[in-house]
């Protein structure tokens, strides 16, 4: 038998509930509650609604790993997204190929990999490698030198142009990011713990890397 219950909020209607309506003449009796009272009466973000979504139709599983993955990857997502329109914008690049120009940075002088190294640090292919090494070479970006140690092998190197153009990424990052709005809601101590959750589970996924 289908249990009868109320309907669960859907995402079309948070998007239709957070239309605005047509202003009206303030008055005493409907001016804007205290900001406490705002705070309570919010409606759900995005997350939050898949979250009570997913919590009423399988209630009965342990969702805590499966909603922490959605967390992670829609942080991702976003973080990444706004990013990359950042680096199009600025640098006629993706935000793919500044990472890899970021691990070059983080390496140290001479800011040199093998693109072994570097698809192993980012997460993709040696053929996705190749692509954006490419991009970045017509950039003027990085630059290939032969691997003494492997023949007919090749090193990815960081040009001049290309670090002054991680310098001011990495200034962005730290100064305008789209996370500091949500940061800036938290505590120095939540963010201090943030930052380690995030990272003692990032280390503890990596560990299990083959």
Known sequence: MVKSEAR????EDHTENNQPSPRRPASRA???PPRADRAQRRSPSLSE??????????????????????????????????????CQAKFGINGGDMRLMLALRR???????????LFRTLLVTSGAITK?????????????LPDPSHSGGFL????????????????????HSVLAPAMAQ??????????????RVLSALESTET
């Open 30 to 32: 409907n001016q804007a």
């Open 186 to 199: 938290l505590s120095p101590e939540e963010r201090k713990q943030g930052s380690a959750f995030v990272l």
């Open 107 to 117: 390496s140290g002088p001479p800011y040199v990999k093998r693109p072994t190294d």
């Open 8 to 11: 669960m909020p859907s995402v």
């Open 49 to 86: 609604l898949i979250t009570l979504q997913w919590q009423h139709e399988r209630g009965e599983v342990d969702l805590e790993n499966f909603l922490l993955a959605i967390y992670f990857m829609r942080l991702g997502t976003l973080v990444d997204r706004a990013y990359d329109r950042h």
């Open 156 to 175: 990815v190197h960081l040009t001049k142009k290309g670090l002054q153009v991680v310098e001011h990424a990495i200034e962005h990052l730290a100064n």
């Open 132 to 144: 954006k090494v490419d991009r970045l070479v017509e950039m003027a970006y990085v630059e290939r």
